[in-house]
């Protein structure tokens, strides 16, 4: 089954423990990305990559690292999480042919909580 | 400036009867790719319909419609028949052509369909 698998679904920790959510994608995607959700804000970009070792920031880079070592993973860092970060995280990816119509599949989401 | 808004937080509709969900979207760029995106209670996000800039009909899927008007940066969600299973968050979304990679996501709006 296609599909973009997230751990963990649920975290709870505490402010400054670093700490890594997993990204996956089975369907050979080039382009992956992460989001955070808030309430009233919708979602919004915080890294995305285009393809093996190329990563960029998006709107919301702060707090955050990643790292693209391979194709399917797509890991989100965070080094001294603070309780702003707590939020609902998306992981995404899409296919890079055919150039931007191209939807994002999006993973279940990980709710953080930073206490 | 939003790259995306929806001004409608919140919006109820009677089953079986139609409903628009508004996007207006800010971009110098002519080319770009329009998305609608729906989050059930359950929190996934379902990926619904595409519209790109150069498409010259508008596009539909099912009972999803989308009313591209360029000239207005509009690009509104119909949707037609109404089910109780269409209440849900709903998120229109914009990629820029000439990044091609950031993806902007409006604040959404929660679409209630009442028997």
């Known amino acids: 089954e296609a599909q973009v698998t997230q751990n963990p679904r649920y975290l709870i920790t505490v402010t400054g423990k670093k700490l890594t959510v997993t990204c996956s994608q089975n369907?050979?995607?080039?382009?992956m990305s992460w989001y955070r959700q808030d309430p009233g804000l919708g979602l919004r970009q915080i890294y995305y990559?285009?393809?093996?070792?190329?990563?960029d920031k998006g709107d919301v880079p702060e707090g955050y690292k990643v790292s693209r070592k391979e194709k399917r993973n797509f890991p989100l860092i965070l080094e001294s999480p603070s309780p702003n970060q707590t939020s609902l995280y998306f992981c995404?990816?899409?296919?890079?042919?055919?150039?931007?119509?191209?939807?994002?599949?999006f993973g279940p989401g990980t709710r953080l909580t930073v206490l | 400036a939003q790259k995306i808004t929806q001004t409608q937080p919140g919006m109820f509709v009677q089953e079986k009867e139609a409903v628009t969900l508004d996007c207006t979207y800010d971009?110098?760029?002519?080319?770009?790719?329009l998305f609608w995106y729906k989050q059930p209670s359950s929190g996934e996000m379902i990926f619904l319909i595409y519209?790109?800039?150069?498409?010259?009909q508008n596009a539909t899927e099912g009972r999803y419609s989308l009313n591209f008007q360029k000239a207005r940066k509009s690009a509104n969600l119909v949707i037609s028949a109404s089910q109780l299973g269409d209440s849900a968050m709903y998120f229109c979304?914009?990629?820029?052509?000439?990044?091609?990679?950031?993806?902007?996501f409006g604040t959404g709006t929660s679409l209630t369909v009442i028997p």
């Open positions: 990559s285009m393809n093996v070792e190329v990563t």
């Open positions: 995404a990816s899409s296919s890079g042919q055919g150039g931007f119509r191209n939807e994002q599949f």
């Open positions: 971009t110098s760029d002519p080319s770009y790719g």
């Open positions: 369907m050979n995607h080039e382009y």
């Open positions: 519209q790109g800039s150069y498409d010259q």
């Open positions: 979304a914009m990629r820029e052509g000439h990044t091609g990679n950031q993806f902007y």
